[in-house]
């Protein structure tokens, strides 16, 4: 069983009568020698990565290579907390575990990329909130994450998922994408509806460019990635809702990547614009390489 | 394109901060590592592009290392790998080459010796999301991943060298996915690297080996 695009990908779960993690692991033990238990089981690892990468910013405190980033998902709890948070529990722990994956990874610490390292909060961000707030179980989580790699394979399969060759959108975007079809799925949706999600993210992402300071993974990879799972919790409750989206996720992938390759070179990972080149992004660039 | 796994895009499980400077640097050294066996004495790497600009503030640097220690890209030791390799009596240089600029943006030079005084210069690219080419060994172009298990044999460009390590292949029943030939010119040194996707015996070396006109086989095992 394979695929090569979302309309692909839809027909099978209708002929089949199954929802697109489904798809997704039949897809991949017919394409490899892995069984069902050596695959759910690969991605049980996966996820108790993310938990773990989650989790372990609040207890500890990490210092990232640059010194940019840090401290930011503690912070985020106590506000919380506190009860001060102004977008409310879901959103606010969805930002707070995103940020938190992104602290864990600029310090070296241990993450999944999905689909990219720079891009590694916004799935667990979103699914763990989901988690957290509707008491799903692992098993919910780990449907979601296959369905979270079937959208993100047809955009790497079909334009890409480097901030090298398309900019931010290809990394948060992709990501942001990925989170809203698992988010629609666990949450009852059907797979036109998943798609509809990862349309709608990858649409309202379209154009954003790979600007790192310093050419790190800390600012503004860090807040893009607490942009890209708001995002994408505002894309599954509109699909969720029964909008359907007015571009087809294929179209929606084609041309982020036409985007994308008309995005100057200065934009793509490159450190030469965007915030890394303001005043401020050159000075700390300097401060980091040349202290 | 090759296959792309669910686990492509749900992965690598990585040390960070980047998949392409961290966790596929990484597993070039390790594949380096692979290749040459043995006890290494002494690396070299050389840094290009991207690679050359940045690689301290995405810890290239200790990811290398930690390939050549035999870390994969999951591995927290990583973080550690300056202190690990001098407690393992590895010599470590960093070098940077940003003269050269026709090379892909994330290329790693890495000349290796080992306590069996054989040396070897392996080059590779990371290629984004943590997937890795080898693009050169020694003074040849080659190309291989290392997603696959790989015999490498490093031969004379003779008659009859590829039929007698197909025929090694086929006697130890070991299924080739790709096999590739690469040569520095006509009649001088050859390489075959033949890909498979399950395990090789390493008694196929031995007996790869034993052809006149072998001057060394590797096994990359996955």
New interface residues.
């Given amino acids: 069983m394979d695929f090569k695009d979302g309309v692909s990908l839809l027909a099978l779960c209708e002929q089949n009568q199954m929802k697109i993690s489904d798809v997704m692991r039949e897809r991949e033990i017919s394409m490899t020698d892995a069984s069902l238990e050596e695959i759910n089981e690969r991605m049980a690892k996966a996820l108790s990565i993310m938990q773990d990468a989650v989790h372990k910013p609040l207890s500890e405190p990490l210092s990232s290579i640059g010194g940019l980033i840090g401290g930011e998902a503690s912070k985020l709890r106590q506000m919380r907390r506190g009860g001060k948070s102004i977008c409310g529990t879901i959103l606010s722990k969805s930002i707070t575990h995103a940020m938190a994956v992104l602290e864990v990874n600029a310090s070296m610490g241990l993450i999944v990329a999905a689909p990219t390292a720079g891009s590694a909060g916004v799935v667990p961000g979103l699914l763990l909130a989901l988690q957290e707030e509707y008491s799903l179980s692992d098993e919910h989580l780990i449907d979601g994450l296959f369905t979270a790699g079937a959208v993100g394979y047809l955009i790497m399969r079909n334009a890409t998922v480097a901030g090298a060759q398309a900019g931010c959108q290809a990394e948060v975007g992709a990501a942001s994408a990925m989170a809203a079809a698992a988010a629609v799925e666990i949450m009852g949706g059907t797979p036109a509806q998943c798609l509809n999600a990862a349309s709608t993210a990858i649409m309202n992402l379209l154009g954003l460019v790979c600007d790192p300071i310093a050419g790190l993974v800390e600012s503004p990879c860090q807040s893009r990635n607490a942009m890209g799972v708001s995002n994408a919790l505002c894309c599954a409750e509109i699909a969720l809702s029964g909008i359907e989206q007015a571009i087809p996720f294929d179209e929606m992938v084609e041309t982020m990547y036409k985007v994308g390759r008309s995005i100057p070179f200065e934009l793509r990972e490159t450190a030469l614009g965007g915030c890394a080149a303001t005043a401020t992004g050159c000075q700390k660039t300097c401060q980091i390489f040349h202290s | 394109?090759g296959?792309?796994?669910?686990?492509?895009?749900?992965?690598?499980?990585?040390?960070?901060?980047?998949?392409?400077h961290?966790?596929g640097a990484a597993s070039i050294a390790l594949l380096a590592r692979k290749m040459i066996g043995g006890n290494i004495k002494k690396v070299v790497f050389t840094l290009y592009g991207?690679f050359a600009?940045?690689y301290?503030?995405?810890?290239t640097d200790?990811a290398l290392l930690g390939g050549i220690l035999g870390f994969d890209t999951?591995n927290?030791n990583?973080?550690d790998s300056f202190e690990l390799a001098k407690e393992a009596g590895i010599e470590y240089e960093f070098k940077t080459n940003e003269k050269e600029t026709e090379v892909h943006?994330n290329t790693v030079d890495i000349e290796l010796w080992n306590d069996e005084d054989l040396s070897l210069t392996v080059r590779g690219e990371s290629r984004?999301?943590?997937k890795v080419m080898i693009t050169r060994i020694n003074e040849v172009e080659v190309e291989f991943t290392g997603e696959y298990s790989a015999l490498i044999t490093i031969h004379k460009d003779k008659p009859g060298v590829v039929a007698n390590i197909t025929k090694c292949l086929s006697d130890c029943n070991v299924n080739i996915a790709f096999m590739r030939l690469f040569r520095e010119d006509k009649g001088a040194t050859a390489y075959s690297i033949v890909e498979s996707?399950e395990k090789i015996p390493k008694k196929v070396l031995d007996e790869i080996k034993e052809n006149q006109y072998v001057q060394n086989v590797m096994l990359v095992q996955i």
């Fill in positions: 394109m296959f792309i796994s669910v686990f492509d895009v749900i992965g690598p499980n990585m040390v960070g901060p980047s998949s392409s961290t966790a991207s600009k940045t301290r503030g995405h810890g200790r999951d927290l990583i973080k943006p984004g999301g943590g996707d």
